[in-house]
Structures are given as C-alpha cells and as structure tokens.
C-alpha cells in the first residue's frame, strides 16, 4: 500500500511538491505546534485555578488542557475524541495527531494556496485591464492625432516622436512604469532602416518590453550581445572606410 501512495505521488507532481513543502516547513511548524500546546497550558493552569474544581470540565490541569483544546481548536471532533479518551489513551493521542496534521495543517495550506493563486489571478486580471486601457486610449490618441488610421496602423519614427510630444501620451505610458524619456532615446532601436515602422500591435509589445518593472531575461542579454556586437563591425567598417579615403 505504501508503494502504491508512492507511485501516486510521483504520478501527480503536485501531491509531491505539497508533501515536500510540509516536510521543509515541518519545523516551523512544529514550533507553532509547541507555542499552541504551551498556551493551552497556561490558560489550563489559569481556569483550573480559578474554577478551584467547581467545573468538572476544569477538574486538573490535565482535564482543562484538553477542554481548551477540543472546545478552542477542534471543537466539531470533540465527542468523538472524548469517546476514545475514555476507551484508550493511545487512539486519544493518535486522533489528536491525525486531527492536528489533517484538519489544522493541511486545511490551513488549502486557504494559503487559495489565497496565493486568488491573488495571482487578481494580479494578472488587473495587469490585463491596464494594458488594455493603454493600447485603447493610445490607439485614439493616434488616430486623433491623424498619426494612424483603421486602415493604416503602422507607426513611423515621426508619427512616434510626435506622439511623444503630447503630455496625454507621457502620461499614460507613466501608468505602466515606461520611461518616455527614456524611450525617446530608443527610437533609434525600435525603428531601424530595415524596419521604418511598425504595426500599432507590434509596437505596443516593443514599448512594453521596455517597462522598468520588467526583469533581464537570457534573451535580452543575448539581443545585447548581437548588438554590441553589430555595432562593432559597423565602426570596424566605417574605420576602414576612412582610411581608405584618406589614403
């Protein structure tokens, strides 16, 4: 049986990465686990003090301890815990344990991964309508601007140093973290003489890729690589070209 939860796991990656993640935060945990008990004793010290025997709930420390715990922390278990306190001490530790691991633990790790992926997909949801809002009032502002049209989108060097002009247009990139001063400086990267201009889609995903929010990737070291790399053979030729003029 053993073997086949084991197989199990490997055939559902997650089930393994949800077991590894309670075995590494295992001590954290424990931690927890032992500030809980250490309270639970405290307040049973405190109520069976204070009770001084008149509640049989509260007769002992021992007693108070495991009536703070089953009514505080697993107060639906607690008759069936109770009844197998009574028939042996043994299964009364083993479904505190099972109680404590299966309900407390793990459905806490379920309300933490819920919370995470709510959170991830409001994020990506809220990026989303953002871009969008982006590309909408900026695609008007071109056509306004008599820059572009339906049937015409492409964006030339021009029509994009003069959309850069209009505090409207700086304005609206600054919502999605791109340096228009900055970006000014990259027109020569964006268009090129291979590529005089762009579709308005295209260009959206070029200005895009330069928000300060973006990270480095492999790819854009290698685009630097070639490019440093082009602009050493152009200088290498224009050297040559004007040595051979002046010779």
């Given at each position: 049986r053993l073997a086949r939860v084991a197989r199990l796991l490997r055939a559902v990656p997650q089930l393994l990465i949800m077991v590894k993640a309670i075995a590494i935060s295992l001590k954290t945990v424990s931690y927890t686990f032992?500030?809980?008990?250490?309270?639970?004793?405290?307040?049973?010290?405190?109520?069976?003090?204070?009770?001084?025997?008149?509640?049989?709930?509260?007769?002992?420390?021992?007693?108070?301890?495991?009536?703070?715990?089953?009514?505080?922390?697993?107060?639906?278990?607690?008759?069936?815990?109770?009844?197998?306190?009574?028939?042996?001490?043994?299964?009364?530790?083993?479904?505190?344990?099972?109680?404590?691991?299966?309900?407390?633990?793990?459905?806490?790790?379920?309300?933490?991964?819920?919370?995470?992926?709510?959170?991830?997909?409001?994020?990506?949801?809220?990026?989303?309508?953002?871009?969008?809002?982006?590309?909408?009032?900026?695609?008007?502002?071109?056509?306004?601007?008599?820059?572009?049209?339906?049937?015409?989108?492409?964006i030339t060097q021009e029509a994009f140093r003069s959309l850069l002009v209009s505090p409207k247009a700086a304005a609206i990139l600054s919502e999605v973290d791109v340096d228009v001063v900055g970006l000014v400086d990259f027109a020569d990267y964006i268009f090129s003489d291979e590529h005089p201009f762009l579709g308005f889609h295209d260009f959206m995903d070029v200005v895009l890729q330069l928000r300060g929010t973006n990270t480095a990737s492999v790819k854009d070291i290698v685009d630097l690589r070639k490019l440093v790399i082009r602009s050493n053979l152009e200088l290498k030729a224009c050297q040559a070209s004007s040595r051979a003029d002046w010779q």
């Open positions: 032992v500030l809980l008990v250490l309270m639970v004793y405290i307040f049973g010290v405190a109520f069976t003090i204070l009770t001084e025997g008149e509640d049989e709930q509260f007769d002992g420390v021992l007693m108070s301890m495991n009536t703070l715990l089953l009514a505080g922390a697993l107060p639906d278990q607690s008759d069936l815990v109770n009844r197998l306190r009574f028939e042996n001490i043994g299964y009364y530790a083993l479904i505190i344990l099972y109680l404590v691991v299966a309900s407390l633990t793990l459905m806490n790790m379920l309300v933490g991964i819920l919370t995470e992926v709510i959170s991830g997909v409001a994020a990506m949801e809220k990026e989303e309508m953002m871009l969008r809002s982006v590309r909408e009032r900026l695609w008007g502002m071109l056509t306004d601007l008599q820059l572009c049209t339906s049937n015409d989108d492409t």
